[in-house]
C-alpha cells in the first residue's frame, strides 16, 4: 500500500533495539543484569557525530515519537509536532535518537518482559527504576550509537526531568538541555495524584500482587481510575470547560450512578478505557515512582544551586501559564537555582490554556520559540 | 548599535556580570558577550523581543519588573541596566531600590518630561504632550510614571544613591552645549549611573 505522508513529516519509521549485556546497577541497590531498549531515530548522525538529539518521553510516552509505523496509521508518534524536517527539531540538521525507558512496557525490558533468570515474566519483580537510572541506560545507548555528547537533550514533564539530570550525570555529554513544563521536585500535591494513581491499581483484584500476567488477568479497572486522575491533572480548569462544560451526553438527567450523563465522565471513561488495554499497569507504577524520587537537589540538602553547580550545558527552560501540575513557578524555581549558579539560561512562559499537556501541542508561539531555539545550536 | 547602547557600553566593564532589565531584543547584551566578554541575563515579557534574545543567543528570561527581582541575591551582579524602562513600571522607586540592591552600579536611562517641548505642549495646548519620541495618548500609554531630571536627582538623593554618571541628551542620544548647560530644560533623555548608599 501506497500512502503519501506530509512533507514536514520523518515519513515511515521502525524500532531498533539495543541489547546490553554489561550490568546497570540501579538506585535502588538492584542489578539488571541484561536488557533490551527499543528505539526510533529520525534524520542522520553527521560524520562527527555532534548533531544527536536526545529525546526523553514523559509518564506514558514510548520510544515512537515522530513518524508512522504503518501506512493506514490514524495517528503519528506522540511529539510529531516538533520533530520532522523544517519542524522545531528539525531532522534535516539534527540526528534523533528517541528511547523507549528501562521499566516501559513498548518494547524495552520492563515488569512485562520475560526474565532471563527466571524465564517468567518480572511483574512486580522488576526493580524499581529512577530518572538516574534511566539516564544511565541512554548514556549507554548513546556509546552504542557512537554519541559522545548530545547536541541537546529534550523532554517534557517526566522527559523534562531526564533532561536536567543529563546536566548533573553527565555533564560533559550534553551541550543544550531543553527541558519543558517540568518541576525540580514533586511537590506533596503531585505525590498525592500518584498515590491515588498507584493505590487504584494496588486494590484492583485482578492486579495479583502485581503477577496479573501469569493469572493472564489485566488489572483494568485500576489502571483506568489511574489514568483517569492521572488525566484530570494534565488539563486545565478552563480547557475542560472549553471542551465539556456541563455538557450531557443525555438529554436529560437519570438520578442514577451507573449512566454516562456529563461529557467529561465519557471523556475521562474514554480515555481510561483506551489507556488500560495499552499500558501495563507495572510500569505505572514504576513510572509515577520514578515521578516521585526525582530529587536531585537531595544530595545537595535541598540546595539546587549547588545541584547544576557542576552542569555546563545551556539551559532552555519553558513553562505553560495554565499547567497546573507543574505549573510556572515550579519552573521558575530552575531557572532561578540556574542564574544563582551562573549558567547560560534562557526561560519562556508561554500563554496557553491547555493546562500541563500543552507541551504536546502545537501552540504557535511555543513551536516558533522551540525552532529559534534548535536552530541556534551549533554542529 | 542602538546610540543610547552606545553610550550605555562605555560604562560596563569587560567581563562584568549584566542584568539587563527589559533587555527588548537583547542588542546590548549581544554586543557585550560578542565584544566585551559579558555574561548575564536579560528581563523581558514580550514574546516578540524574547524570539529575538534567544535568536541572538542571548540568555533571556520571562519575567515581569513589577513583580520585583527577588529572585536575585544581593550583589549578584555587577552592573544592573535599565534603559527606558523606569516610566513603565508600577513603582519606579522600588525597582531602583531592587537594581541597587542586587548589581554593585546601575545604568538608567529615562525620558525627561521637563523637556522644553513638553513643556510647550502642555502650556500652549494644555493636552498631554504627544511626540515622534513619545508618541502614545495619555489612556492608552505604558509610559505611566514620567519624571524629570530634578525628580530623578531628588528620588537619588531621598534614596541615598551616589550618582557616578550623568549625561541629557536629545531624542538621537547627542550631547550639545544647550543639553550640557540646561539639562532639565534642554535634555529629553537622561542616562545615570548610580550606585548605592552602602556600596563599596
Known sequence: MSSVYPADSVGLVSPKVAHFTQPLRLACGRTLDQYELTYETYGELNATASNAVLICHALSGTHHAAGYHHADDRKPGWWDSCIGP?????????????????????????????????????????????????????????DLLGIEQWAAVVGGSLGGMQALQWTISYPDRVRHCISIAVAPR??????????????????????????????????????????????????????????????????????????????????????????????????????????????????????????????????????????????????????????????????????APQGHDAFLIPIPRYLQAFSGYMNRISL | MRADLEIIQKWIPANSRVLDLGCGDGELLAWLQENRNVTGYGL?????????????????????????LGNFANDSFDVVVMTQALQVVHYPDKILQEMLRVGRTCIITFPNFAHWRCRWYLAHKGRMPVSDFLPYTWYNTPNIHFCTFTDFETLCSDMQMTVLDRLAVDHQYRQNVGNRIWPNLLGEIGIYRVTGANAR
Open chain 1, 186 to 351: 514533586l511537590s506533596a500535591q503531585n505525590i498525592a495524584f500518584n498515590e491515588v494513581a498507584r493505590q487504584a491499581i494496588l486494590t484492583d483484584p485482578d492486579f495479583y500482587a502485581g503477577h496479573f500476567v501469569e493469572e493472564g488477568k489485566i488489572p483494568k479497572r485500576g489502571l483506568m481510575l489511574a489514568r483517569m486522575v492521572g488525566h484530570i491533572t494534565y488539563l486545565s480548569d478552563d480547557s475542560m470547560g472549553e471542551k465539556f462544560g456541563r455538557e450531557l451526553k443525555t438529554d436529560r438527567l437519570n438520578y442514577d450512578f451507573h449512566s454516562v450523563e456529563f461529557q467529561v465522565e465519557s471523556y475521562l471513561r474514554y480515555q481510561g478505557e483506551q489507556f488500560s488495554n495499552s499500558f501495563d499497569a507495572n510500569t505505572y507504577l514504576l513510572m509515577t515512582k520514578a515521578l516521585d524520587y526525582f530529587d536531585p537537589a537531595a544530595e545537595h540538602a535541598g540546595d539546587l544551586t549547588a545541584t547544576f553547580a557542576c552542569a555546563k550545558a545551556n539551559f532552555y527552560i519553558i513553562s505553560f501559564t495554565t499547567d497546573w501540575r507543574f505549573s510556572p513557578a515550579r519552573s521558575k524555581e530552575i531557572v532561578d537555582a540556574l542564574m544563582d549558579a551562573k549558567k547560560n539560561v534562557s526561560y519562556l512562559e508561554i500563554d
Open chain 1, 86 to 142: 523544517g519542524k522545531p527539531i528539525d531532522t534535516n540538521k539534527f540526528f534523533v535518537v528517541s528511547p523507549n525507558n528501562l521499566g516501559g512496557c513498548h518494547g524495552s525490558t520492563g515488569p512485562s518482559s520475560r526474565n532471563p533468570k527466571t524465564d517468567r515474566i518480572y511483574g512486580a519483580d522488576f526493580p524499581v527504576v529512577t530518572v538516574e537510572d534511566w539516564v544511565h541506560s541512554q548514556a549507554r545507548l548513546a
Open chain 2, 44 to 68: 523581558e515579557i514580550d514574546a516578540d523581543n524574547i524570539a529575538a534574545c534567544i535568536d541572538k543567543g542571548v540568555n533571556v528570561i520571562e519575567q515581569n519588573l513589577d513583580l520585583g
